[in-house]
Nanobody, 116 residues
Framework: QVQLVESGGGLVQPGGSLRLSCAAS????????MGWYRQAPGKQRELVAT???????AYADSVKGRFTISRDSANTMVYLQMNNLRPEDTAVYYC??????????WGQGTQVTVSS
């Protein structure tokens, strides 16, 4: 059974930084893509960033140059370093994994609030 647990969310002022972490357990060798999505109130869930086992990364245009995704070699942790945060980054952030077989797993989410 795969489990994803996020941590690191919180309240931060505009221009500040946060680092989100996601701990994966279970059959982590099956993970092909790991990443982060977010969902703001009243909006659809949207892609933030992904990384493949080969290290190829992709980012939403809105976070390019500000956010950095990384993962450990054991495929058990994925991180999202968020710099220069803006009020529009406020959302619940979800950790996401897709297996080689196309099965998606989601964490419970962690709240990020950017406000002065």
């Amino acid at each position: 059974q795969v489990q994803l647990v996020e941590s690191g969310g919180g309240l931060v002022q505009p221009g500040g930084s946060l680092r989100l972490s996601c701990a994966a357990s279970g059959n982590t060798n099956s993970f092909a893509i790991m990443g982060w999505y977010r969902q703001a109130p009243g909006k659809q869930r949207e892609l933030v960033a992904t990384t493949t086992r080969g290290g190829v990364t992709a980012y939403a245009d809105s976070v390019k140059g500000r956010f950095t995704i990384s993962r450990d070699s054991a495929n058990t942790m994925v991180y999202l370093q968020m710099n220069n945060l803006r009020p529009e980054d406020t959302a619940v952030y979800y950790c996401y994994d897709r297996t080689w077989g196309g099965i998606d797993y989601w964490g419970q989410g962690t709240q990020v609030t950017v406000s002065s």
